[in-house]
Nanobody, 126 residues
């Protein structure tokens, strides 16, 4: 069973930054596509970002609403994926989930991801 554990959420003022971490499977971590999604109260879960190794290089994708503000990256030696969030806005308030899959590759469809963490709350408020 693959377990994912998120951390790093919290309360931050508008314009501030947070870094989320996702501890992934110790074995073959580098082979997983890692993604972040979020769910705000009363809204559906939505794709935020993903990172995958396509055999030649790392490939990235971002939702339009986070481009230029959020950065996804990974440290395979630590079996950890990260989401650096800058210039946070109140509308970024949500529970953020880490997801992983061996076959998702370039997918931004969260239904394609098999493994999920329990989420970490991010609240952006003054």
């Amino acid at each position: 069973q693959v377990q994912l554990v998120e951390s790093g959420g919290g309360l931050v003022q508008p314009g501030g930054s947070l870094r989320l971490s996702c501890d992934g499977p110790a074995r073959t971590f580098s082979t997983y596509t890692m993604a972040w999604s979020r769910q705000a109260p009363g809204k559906e879960r939505e794709f935020v970002a993903r990172i995958t190794w396509n055999g030649r290089k790392l490939d990235y994708a971002y939702a339009d609403f986070v481009k230029g503000r959020f950065t996804i990256y990974r440290d395979n030696a630590k079996n950890t994926a990260y989401l650096q969030m800058n210039s946070l806005k109140p509308e970024d308030t949500a529970v953020y989930y880490c997801a992983a899959d061996l076959s998702a590759l370039y997918s931004s469809q969260m239904s394609d991801y098999e493994y999920w963490g329990r989420g970490t709350q991010v609240t952006v408020s003054s």
